[in-house]
């Protein structure tokens, strides 16, 4: 599957920005969805997951309770709303893909594939 970012942008701290995910490939709808981010000096953090079939999500800990992780099968896209913007949040975000279930990607942190980075900045 290939997936493909958008949706960074500059925004205040307290915006709001929906970052999308676009899927190829007619399995897209058999993966776990997930959100990676990376901010300059600092290692890879997950950010959130979603299961193939949307039903089970999970988030790291820095994001839970502002951010949310949604999917369209039918569109092939994933998604994730980002709300109460901190300038932590400021990073490089990856969508990327995993054929398991959702908590491997907890557990391993990590996935199999992995769309170009959007950047998302949040100025003070």
């Known amino acids: 599957v290939q997936l493909q970012a958008s949706g960074g942008g500059l925004v205040q701290v307290g915006g709001s920005l929906r970052l999308s995910c676009a899927g190829s490939g007619h399995t897209f709808g058999n993966y776990a969805v997930a959100w990676f981010r990376q901010a300059p000096g600092k290692a890879r953090e997950f950010v959130a997951v979603?299961?193939?079939?949307?039903?089970?999500?999970y988030y790291g800990d820095s994001v839970k309770g502002r951010f949310t992780v949604s999917r369209d099968n039918a569109k092939n896209m994933g998604y994730l709303q980002m709300n109460s913007l901190k300038p932590e949040d400021t990073a490089v975000y990856y969508c990327?893909?995993?054929?398991?279930?959702?908590?491997?990607?907890?557990?391993?942190?990590?996935?199999?594939?992995w769309g170009q980075g959007t950047l998302v900045t949040v100025s003070s």
């Open positions: 990327a893909a995993k054929d398991s279930e959702a908590r491997a990607v907890v557990y391993l942190q990590t996935a199999d594939y």
């Open positions: 979603i299961s193939w079939d949307g039903g089970v999500t």
